[in-house]
């Protein structure tokens, strides 16, 4: 089956998952994030890639950080943003989520990035955009339920190749809510394909999914084990919003064996850097004296995210990697 | 069409334009100059050497710039686009391998201007090949020579990695 991220001839059109992308496309993403890198340092923090373009952020679920920094990420494209808050909109109206999309292209859309509670939903914008003949719009899916959060793994690929100079032979953790963490499949699957040495996989029993060996990760209930020899820890949040019943005694008891202290980031290798994704649960899945320790790269991944952003909106609208 | 067998030497055209510009820097030490990339940067490079104030070099990517974006895309090796000094107030000499149809140079003129509002902008470069598009012309030329839409002149420099490394013209049918 095509993969619905690529045109006829093989190219990226649509971002909806790291799954499935090629290392070069992988790499020619990340060396296009470093190229825009520098835009954010200059006193014009813009350049006039997108032009004339529209981008709409359609927002089913609340962010800020992601929102923000797409908003970002577009703006210094030249791009003209439009903010649609789904859950103040027709939608919550009863308007029906492709009636929607079907709305936005009358009004001359260029790119949807799309946050979905639904695992799925930003693939179903691309089936309908296919179907209808309008396949030159393209879709970001920034966030759907538990599925992916590709520009979130990439930028975490980026944050690991600026301070790691590389995959081989890297020892990557991600510790704790893995069973609601959109965030740990993008990484995964990114991790895999850049060929680091070992993926672990570290949480109680009811947080980690079943089978989640089959993506190629060493499973670890016991947080020393498991990070033995690690050169990139990353902590997940507590999706505790997203939790349906009795997963967890208590955030208390989360944070006695798996939160990250500096004891039991002794563990791993010295030079380790310790990732979030963010909102950060201080106290929960994190210490705040490891949060705020040299050690931690959680400010750069910001950073990054909005450079990684401008490589993925600038490479999909100029017809792919 | 010059034979690609006995094209003239790049090395010596830099010591000519040298000689061209040094009146330029003899009158404002100030000048910068700004090379685009990647020959434009060698040949900058090269010059600031052979003048004798050796002026500060600037570089520039035209990736995020080009005209043809939409039909083309971002090059896969976009270079960190460097402007060391200040360039507001300072006159600047663009410098760039060859001048065809002008896209060039308008973009980089896009992306300088997004640095700052220099003084003055003039344009230097190794090769005028005809074939404009746009209304630009070069201010100091090492080498006019007229070539057909299909021919394919091209500064290579060897070893790619070495500054010091030969520069060389090489031109084929496209």
């Known amino acids: 089956m095509l993969d619905p991220q690529l045109d006829a001839s093989g190219n990226l059109i649509h971002l909806l998952s790291t799954e499935g992308l090629s290392k070069d496309q992988l790499l020619r993403l990340l060396d296009t994030g470093a190229s825009f890198l520098g835009v954010s340092d200059r006193d014009m923090k813009k350049v006039p890639l997108l032009r004339g373009k529209s981008v709409f952020n359609l927002f089913f679920e609340n962010s800020t950080r992601t929102r923000t920094t797409f908003e970002i990420a577009a703006k210094r494209l030249s791009a003209d943003v439009i903010n649609l808050n789904m859950s103040t909109s027709s939608t919550a109206k009863g308007e029906t989520l492709l009636d929607t999309v079907d709305n936005l292209c009358a009004m001359h859309a260029d790119m949807f990035v799309v946050r979905h509670e639904s695992s799925g939903a930003p693939h179903l914008i691309v089936d309908h955009l296919r179907r209808t003949g309008r396949d030159d719009i393209h879709v970001i899916n920034a966030g759907d339920g538990r599925h992916g959060h590709p520009t979130q793994g990439l930028l975490d690929m980026f944050t690991i190749r600026h301070f790691k100079g590389g995959f081989e032979g890297l020892h990557v953790a991600l510790i704790g809510d893995i069973l609601h963490s959109r965030v740990a499949r993008s990484d995964i699957h990114a991790l895999k394909t850049l060929g680091a040495a070992s993926i672990r996989v570290i949480g109680p029993q009811t947080l980690i999914p079943t089978d989640i060996e089959a993506l190629g990760v060493e499973v670890h209930r016991d947080l020393e084990r498991g990070l033995k020899d690690c050169d990139v820890v990353i902590a997940l949040r507590l999706q505790r919003e997203r939790m349906t019943g009795a997963l967890l005694p208590s955030a208390t008891e989360f944070h006695d064996r798996y939160g990250l202290t500096h004891e039991r980031l002794k563990i791993a290798k010295p030079d380790a850097i310790v990732m979030h994704p963010g909102p950060m649960n201080r106290g929960v899945e994190i210490d705040s004296a490891v949060a705020d320790s040299p050690r931690a790269v959680i400010l750069p991944q910001v950073t990054f995210g909005i450079a990684m952003r401008m490589a993925v909106m600038s490479v999909l609208a100029g017809g792919g990697a | ?174």
């Open chain 2, 1 to 174: 069409m010059p034979d690609p067998k006995q094209l003239p030497d790049a090395e010596q055209q830099i010591a000519l334009l040298a000689e061209q510009l040094r009146p330029v820097f003899e009158r404002a030490p100030e000048t910068v100059l700004i090379g685009v990339f990647t020959g434009g940067v060698w040949i900058a490079e090269r010059l600031s050497q052979w003048l004798p104030s050796h002026p500060p070099v600037g570089s520039v990517d035209i990736s995020f710039y080009r005209d043809d974006f939409s039909e083309r895309g971002l090059s896969p090796n976009v270079q960190p686009t460097s402007v060391p000094v200040d360039i507001a107030g300072k006159p600047v000499i663009l410098v760039d391998d060859v001048l065809y149809t002008g896209r060039t140079t308008r973009a980089a003129l896009n992306e300088l201007f997004d640095y700052g509002r220099p003084q003055s902008v003039q344009l230097a470069v190794l090769a005028d090949r005809g074939g404009r598009q746009l209304p630009v012309a070069a201010d100091f030329c090492a080498w006019a020579v007229s070539l057909p839409d299909n021919a394919n002149l091209v500064l290579t420099r060897t070893p790619v990695d070495d500054p010091k490394g030969r520069l060389t013209w090489s031109l084929d049918d496209a």
